[in-house]
């Protein structure tokens, strides 16, 4: 069973940084999809951005050139770099986990809540201006 536990959230002044860690266990997925996702209150979960197993990365319009998505050597850690941080980036932050097998489309396509099999319980990113 996969288990995801995610760190580093945190308050923070707009412009400033910070950095999430999401480490994972319990998962024999040799090829995947691994995603930070947000949700704001009143507001849906939406993806930030997505790694593949290769490593190819994919970043929802409002990060890009903000946020990086990069995991370790070992695959056992998912890091969320979030540089610029705005107040619209306040929400609470998850990874989530899908195994990716060869005939399906890319990392980019499983965009959707409901695609992701795997979840951790979150961290809370607040921006105050």
């Known amino acids: 069973q996969v288990q995801l536990v995610e760190s580093g959230g945190g308050s923070v002044q707009a412009g400033g940084s910070l950095r999430l860690s999401c480490r994972a266990s319990?998962?024999?997925?040799?090829?995947?999809?691994l995603a930070w996702f947000r949700q704001a209150p009143g507001k849906e979960r939406e993806r930030v951005a997505v790694?593949?197993?290769?490593?190819?990365?994919y970043y929802a319009d409002s990060v890009k050139g903000r946020f990086s998505i990069s995991q370790d050597n070992a695959r056992t850690t998912l890091y969320l770099q979030m540089n610029s941080l705005k107040p619209e980036d306040t929400a609470m932050y998850y990874c989530?986990?899908?195994?990716?097998?060869?005939?399906?489309?890319?990392?980019?396509?499983?965009?959707?809540?409901?695609?992701?099999?795997?979840w951790g319980q979150g961290t809370q990113v607040t921006v105050s201006s």
């Open positions: 319990g998962y024999t997925y040799s090829t995947f999809c």
């Open positions: 790694i593949s197993s290769g490593g190819t990365a």
């Open positions: 989530a986990a899908r195994n990716w097998r060869s005939f399906e489309a890319s990392c980019a396509y499983f965009s959707g809540p409901s695609t992701y099999a795997s």
